[in-house]
């Protein structure tokens, strides 16, 4: 230690009545900050909670003490502060050392518990003001009643419940506090000797154990087993009698520390580690939460979420903030430093149509980011010089039960061959997926989506499917509906919903394009004929997520080809022709083309208000090709461009544009195909026009 160390000992020593987890708090706060603190805790319990006596800056007390021992305790030294840090239930010795400090001509400052927050969901809670109203309506219920409220109050309970053979006591695993209930009349069976605080599961299969029908507790922190109480006796349909916290004066933990002089929002060096756990809490169900997610709510300092999620953890009594806009979440964890564990919740898994891939974005523009590092599956902390005045963050997904998964499970079938989808806050080429995929999951937005998505599929020929749709899906008002789509046409839930689509009929499309002349529609408009087409998509090299314009589009059927590949994309077919545009809408559902967007006029007029394109074929260009070239570079440098060219003027006026325009990629094919006709016993093959086939990038990948 060094001198100065020594000296700020001297000049600052704080002295602490604890009892809760936030009188340890304190007392960690102070010592990072190499503040002395002397701690005094009533049994060895207290002690082992505060960690070693030997720590430096520490010192711990343990034994209980009367008026005068605090009394003397209090005039040991010139403490800079005095505080009352011990359970709000205690209040015989909150009483005692503010006159041990009144003695001493000191005050002592009370520190108050953040109040639990009044989310409990649809949970039968019953709040009462003191033993004797909550033993007045224990006498209203049947049942036995499992007491959590420890030995101190228990004759109370014994004197005014009518029936005592439905109490169920737990308390201390000490030979006193098992012959206090003996005492009072309880027989061995109704006497729990178990060390706290308990889990979820141990409170749950206590109840069961005993068939509780109501369990009491007393209002108290996290760290005192109180959430876990409240969601055992949910999850086990028992009615819960809460003692609320008497009602007290005090001080908060920041007021506490501003009159120590330390500034509650000022980054420390060896504190300055914070946590942000982006975590998925599965469909909404407390229950439905992974056991590590649940963790990182319980040691949470700030929860943010939707009001849905806070509701659902409402009972772990922690502060909470109702956002889900990444940038406002961001904005609100570097407005408020003091909470070095912060919970954001995202519904289902992180990973699965979440909004975790903004959040982190969100997230890095706002500056929260750290160091990604070298040899770990787990990110960890890095030390910061003193001088830097950054904060450290530790950002860490926890991934949670998607909606697929659960459906599945529901539904009883295997999700592995699924293919996952999202209508929700998107489109997408739901019709498309279900072509070629027998099994299709997709979100929807709300009951809009369910009918919106019925209407398709009956408009693409696609009435055989059979529709799953669930509804509130982990909640106690889960409901699941099957049918085909004509039944959801009018459908109507509220809430958050989900559809699993089973097309028995559906085929894998083939794995290179070409569609046969015959199956398009064509009236007396001119089509690209299937060779030419598929030699001319070829040249389009497509992907699955391309945006295309097909500009003078016929009948369609290089549209359709195109849609067949990008099913994850768009196509834009463009057409001045009535006649045309009728075609294009038949071939659309016919082929069950989803994706693709008719635009009726001229290009490059049509073309201002429409996405950039990846790719674009031009069929025919009414003598507009040079004005048409310049909108697609200007919209898309990199656009991929493949001409249909018959005539010579045009193939002249297409020449002439490469001189004059700088195309580092650019190819020329003449396709001539001929077809056979029967004439009599003898086949004669039957020329078609040439087809000059232009291929031009302007800057990008290889031809």
Known sequence: ?????????????????????????????????????????????????????????????????????????????????????THPFAEEVTKNIAAACRNQGKEALRLLREQSADIFGNQDIQFVDSVEEAAAYLNQTSGNILLTTGSKSLPEYVEKIQDISRIYARILPAGQEVE??????????????????????????????????????????????????????????????????????????????????????????????????????????????????????????????????????????????????????????????????????????????????????????????????????????????????????????????????????????????????????????????????????????????VRRLSSELLRYGMGSVKMYVGCQLSYPEEEILTGGPEQFLDFEREGVLAVLLIHEDAKEASVSHGISDELFVRGKVPMTKEEVRSISVSKLALRRDSVVYDIGAGTGSIAAECAKIAVRGKVYAIEKNPEALELIEKNKHYHRAWNIDIVAGEAPEVLEGLEAPTHAFIGGSSGKLEQILKVLWQKSPEVRVVLNVISLETLQEAVELLKKYEIKQQEIVQVTVAKAKQLGNHHLMMGQNPVYIITLQKSGGQL
Not at 293 to 317: F, S
Request: charged share 25%; net charge negative; with cysteine.
């Open 180 to 449: 206090k209930c003996r005492s009072l009349g309880l027989q061995g069976r109704q006497i729990i000797c178990m060390q706290g605080p308990f889990s979820e599961e141990m409170n749950l299969a206590i109840m069961k154990e005993i068939h509780a029908s109501v369990l009491v507790t007393k209002e108290t922190a996290e760290t005192g087993g109180y959430p876990e109480k409240l969601a055992a006796a949910r999850q086990a349909g028992a009615k819960t009698v809460v003692i609320r916290r008497p009602r007290e004066q005090g001080c908060s933990m920041e007021e506490i520390l501003q009159r120590i002089g330390v500034d509650p929002k000022e980054e420390r060096a060896d504190i300055n580690k914070y946590q942000i756990t982006i975590a998925g809490m599965g469909m909404g169900s407390f229950y439905n939460m992974t056991g590590e997610v649940q963790q990182a709510c319980r040691e949470a300092d700030m929860i943010i979420g939707a009001e849905r999620m806070l509701k659902t953890v409402g009972t772990l009594g922690k502060p909470m903030e109702n956002l889900y806009i990444g940038t406002e979440i961001a904005a609100f964890i570097q407005e408020h430093p003091q909470y070095q564990r912060i919970v954001v919740l995202l519904s289902g898994d992180v990973g699965f149509y979440s909004g975790a891939k903004k959040l982190l974005q969100a997230f890095e523009k706002a500056g929260i980011t750290e160091e990604q590092p070298e040899s770990s599956a787990f990110k960890e902390l890095k030390e910061q010089p003193e001088s830097s005045g950054k904060r450290q963050y530790q950002i860490r997904q926890l991934c949670g039960i998607s909606s697929v998964q659960y459906f599945a499970s529901r539904l009883q079938i295997p999700w592995e061959d699924i293919t996952l989808m999202s209508d929700h806050g998107r489109r997408q080429n739901i019709v498309g997926m279900l072509s070629a995929h027998e099994k299709v999951f997709t979100l929807t937005d709300g009951d809009k989506g």
């Open 1 to 85: 230690m060094t001198n100065n160390e020594g000296k700020m000992m001297k000049e600052k020593e704080i002295l602490i009545f604890s009892g809760t987890s936030e009188g340890r708090k304190l007392a960690e706060i102070l010592i990072q900050n190499k503040i002395a603190v002397t701690v005094c805790v009533a049994t060895e319990y207290g002690q082992e909670m505060m960690g070693q006596q030997e720590r430096e800056f520490l010192t711990v007390h343990t034994g209980r003490m009367d008026v005068s021992e605090m009394e003397r305790m209090a005039g040991e030294k010139n403490w800079q502060a005095i505080v009352d840090a």
